[in-house]
């Protein structure tokens, strides 16, 4: 019997994750990001859901990542983008005919050397443009000596130049995008005088689903296509409409009791009982990344129906208020995420804990995701 810490579980939908895929345009013009084990969703198996969708190539974090694909046997161009970290990873980028990123002069000289040790011929290599966004990258300004320094390594072959846009999901920052687009315009002139088929990768969900898409180039879509809409909140939400969240999560029941009024419930006695009730003891918590800081803030979906939670967030329990289900038992599932919603009634999702955590639904889902044990529809 396989140790485990919760009965806790994620069910991802590949099928929906299938339509969003192809909800965000043809697949010649998109690399999906699965970085971070598919932001919890699972790195196999959501790339083998993508590949049957007709996905051409994949975005990752890692060398590790992309080992991981090719060795399942995937063979689509698989970009590393936090590039890589040490001689062991531009032996592993080459050997499994990764596209490694290169984001600074020195990374030059150590891909050059991994493609010639590996007897790798011609090396595609990704370029990635600071754009404005601060981390990785060149600036236009420095397009010229990256150039002169490629020129002298023929055995390394741009394939991609790659920027990041900040603010794209913010409409009141579309000046900055567009001085972003501009930067990256003009990195990416200076490169196609001596490398005229390098591929531009600019946008990503919120660049794929708006206006930004027309100086994008080739897409990496990563939120979207788990169902998150970027522009959630904003006059651009109407674009990410038709999207539908992969991610679902439950928990069963493990008992369900009365509580008499003036009964207190769980740490610090934060919930006194105002009336009689019925209360449910449901196994999930911050050990499965239901925050502590949701304590009493949020409804889970029982029977099709919202159950407030009641009481302080456990490490592996928390409460409901079942009172207005009379029929809920031990053994019922409660859905932290998702499920079955009768009519009028609306599931949890990620956004609407994200805005509650004052965080963004990418954390939310990660943590679910990499906590939770994974079933797949």
């Known amino acids: 019997m396989p140790c485990t810490f919760t009965p806790a579980f994620c069910r991802i939908d590949l099928a929906a994750l299938r339509r969003n895929f192809r909800r965000l345009g043809p697949a010649e013009e998109l690399m999906p990001v699965i970085k971070s084990d598919a932001y919890g969703h699972g790195l196999l198996p959501v790339a083998a859901a993508l590949a049957d969708a007709g996905a ?6 890692t060398a590790s990542e992309g080992l991981a694909l090719r060795r399942a046997g995937f063979g689509q161009e698989i ?3 936090m590039g890589c970290l040490t001689p062991e990873d531009w032996r592993v980028a080459v050997a499994s005919g990764l596209t490694p990123l290169i984001a600074g002069f020195d990374d030059i000289a150590a891909a050059a050397a991994a493609a ?3 007897g790798a011929g011609v090396l595609p290599v990704a370029l990635k443009c600071d754009s404005g966004m601060g981390r990785l990258g060149f600036t236009p300004d420095e397009a010229p000596e990256l150039v002169a ?3 002298a390594h023929p055995v390394l072959a741009p394939r991609f130049a790659l920027s990041h846009l900040s603010s794209v999901d913010m409409p009141d920052e579309d000046a900055y995008t567009d001085m972003q687009a501009g930067r990256f315009a003009r990195f990416l002139e200076a490169l196609r005088d001596i490398f005229p088929g390098i591929l531009p990768s600019l946008g990503n969900s919120a660049a794929t689903l708006g206006p930004a898409r027309a100086q994008s ?3 990496r879509p990563g939120l979207a296509l788990y169902g998150g809409n970027p522009f959630t909140g904003t006059e651009r939400e109407p674009l990410g409409h038709g999207l539908e969240w992969a991610m679902s999560v439950a928990a069963p029941i493990l008992a369900v009791h009365p509580l008499r009024a003036g009964e207190s419930l769980s740490y610090g006695r934060i919930f006194t009982a105002p009336k009689d009730m019925r209360v449910a003891v449901v196994a ?3 050990a ?5 800081a949701l304590s ?3 409804s889970l979906l029982v029977r099709g129906r919202r159950a407030p939670q009641v009481g302080r967030v456990c490490m592996s329990m928390l409460m409901l208020d079942v009172s207005e289900l009379p029929d809920v038992a031990a053994g019922d599932l409660a859905w932290v995420l998702g499920g079955p919603a009768e009519p009028g009634q609306r599931p949890v999702d990620a956004q609407e804990l994200a805005q509650l955590l004052d965080t963004i639904p990418y954390e939310v889902l990660c943590l679910m995701g990499g906590l939770n044990p994974r079933v797949y529809a």
Do not use: E, N
């Open 116 to 118: 010639r040790a590996c």
């Open 288 to 292: 499965t990344g239901y925050a502590r």
């Open 217 to 219: 180039g080739i897409c």
């Open 149 to 151: 320094r490629l020129r």
């Open 56 to 61: 051409l190539r994949f975005a990752v974090g």
């Open 79 to 81: 970009v590393p983008l």
């Open 296 to 298: 009493g803030r949020v």
């Open 284 to 286: 999930a918590g911050y």
